[in-house]
């Protein structure tokens, strides 16, 4: 993120290197956020939250102990995120895998140290359960079309446009 950022000027979207940036709760252009094309539905609103990375050091004192923290101090914004009829496919996608994947990992553990023989099996099984149950959780983490570099009271500074998007957008200047 670039220090233009942290003085955004209001009521503008630009961009700002590979940011779009978005000030004073401004819509977006009608227009695809991944392919720049023109859209023909209503975009739907996406609600991004964000908080300084420098809390994940709080994970070394108690996982509980950084999801209160950070559900305490993080920013939030609501942004109508227009998508193309292909993009919004892709979207809704990863958000079926994601969910997908996370409701599966309770049972597929159950099911793995049913079938386990030994006590090795079973720590297996269940880390595999483990892991399909986090891929899920960060699969649908990942699935916003955009993703917040930073989220403040004025302003929020968003990755994961496309270049035919972006270069659509006025720059900072």
């Not at 109508?80 to 599966?104: D, F, N, S, Y």
């Not at 916003?144 to 998007?165: K, Q, V, W």
């Amino acid at each position: 993120m670039s220090m233009t950022s942290l003085f955004a000027e209001p009521g503008r979207v630009y961009r700002d290197g590979k940011s779009v940036v978005v000030t004073d709760r401004s819509p977006l252009p009608p227009r695809c956020v991944k392919c720049g094309q023109p859209i023909a539905t209503e975009p739907k609103v996406e609600k991004y939250s964000w908080h300084s990375p420098w809390l994940y050091l709080l994970i070394f004192l108690g996982v509980i102990f950084y999801v209160i923290v950070a559900l305490v101090v993080r920013k939030q914004w609501k942004l109508a995120v227009p998508l193309c009829e292909a993009h919004r496919m892709q979207h809704r996608r990863k958000r079926w895998i994601g969910a997908t994947l996370l409701i599966a990992g309770i049972p597929i553990m159950i099911l793995l140290v049913g079938l386990a023989s030994s006590d090795e099996g079973v720590g297996l099984s269940v880390a595999t359960g483990v892991g399909v149950l986090i891929a899920g959780a960060v699969f649908l983490s990942r699935s916003h079309p955009l993703l917040p570099n930073r989220i403040e009271d004025t302003y929020a500074s968003f990755a994961g446009a496309g270049e035919d998007f972006l270069t659509q957008l006025p720059g900072r200047g």
